[in-house]
């Protein structure tokens, strides 16, 4: 009964143009490529956690999805960081080439409810490597490529995140809420969708990958 649903709920999906990745397959490698990561699995959950040492820089670690092909769709995914007091980056990439060249939504749950109003416009992020980082954008463009979150998600809990990609624009919403971050796009190829950590461990379930038509 329930393997009959599953199939129900794939060939719905594929007549949809949607895929839903298995993640507790994260470590095989037919099906997703762990780069720079090492990932766990607890009840379809994945763990995602970079290698390096989170105290001397950043450090990507990534799980691509192995033959799935995104430009422009809608990406779905609920995620949890590390909460309030540990410095967690967490989020999807996509039209992804390989560790240098990608773009990314991420999150940083510590600066979801900081005290301090300029720390969480933070709290979201849209780069696209290798050209436009973080620093690049904030340092270029300040207050664009990233912006607060409202209603404020739990640091500490899992959150969904919808990141809507066209040619043009990219468009971040949070828990169903309006868009929190719409920006112009920075790159558009054709690439692989892949889970992504930054220094500190991730999770995340629920990933639904809607390709436009």
């Known amino acids: 009964m329930i393997r009959s649903f599953v199939f129900a709920l794939a060939a719905f999906l594929a007549a949809q143009g949607a895929v839903a990745p298995d993640l507790s397959r994260v470590n095989d490698a037919k099906t997703w490529r ?5 990932a766990t699995v607890n009840a379809h959950i994945v763990r995602l956690k970079p ?18 092909t ?30 240098k060249t990608f773009e990314a939504v991420y ?6 409810a900081d005290e301090d109003a ?18 690049k954008l ?16 739990d640091p500490a809990g899992w959150f969904h995140a919808r990141i809507e990609v066209t040619k043009t624009k990219v468009s ?11 920006v112009d796009r920075l790159g558009h190829r054709d690439g692989a969708v892949g889970l992504w950590v ?12 809607q390709s436009a038509r």
């Open 138 to 153: 904030r340092k270029e463009k300040p207050g664009v490529y990233e912006t607060a979150i409202k209603p404020v998600p």
């Open 172 to 182: 971040v919403s949070v828990d169903g809420a309006a868009p929190c971050l719409v």
């Open 118 to 135: 300029e720390a969480r416009t933070h709290a979201v992020q849209y780069v696209a490597w290798p050209e436009y980082t973080w620093e």
């Open 51 to 68: 290698h390096g040492d989170p105290a001397v820089g950043s450090h990507i670690g990534l799980a691509v999805l192995q033959n799935v």
């Open 34 to 38: 762990v780069i720079d990561a090492d």
């Open 198 to 209: 930054d220094s500190m461990p991730g999770e995340f379930r629920n990933l639904r990958i």
């Open 107 to 112: 999150f940083r749950p510590f600066r979801f």
């Open 70 to 99: 995104f430009s422009e769709g809608t990406l779905d995914v609920d995620l949890r960081g590390g909460g309030k007091t540990q410095a967690s980056f967490v989020g999807l990439a996509f039209g992804l080439v390989d560790e």
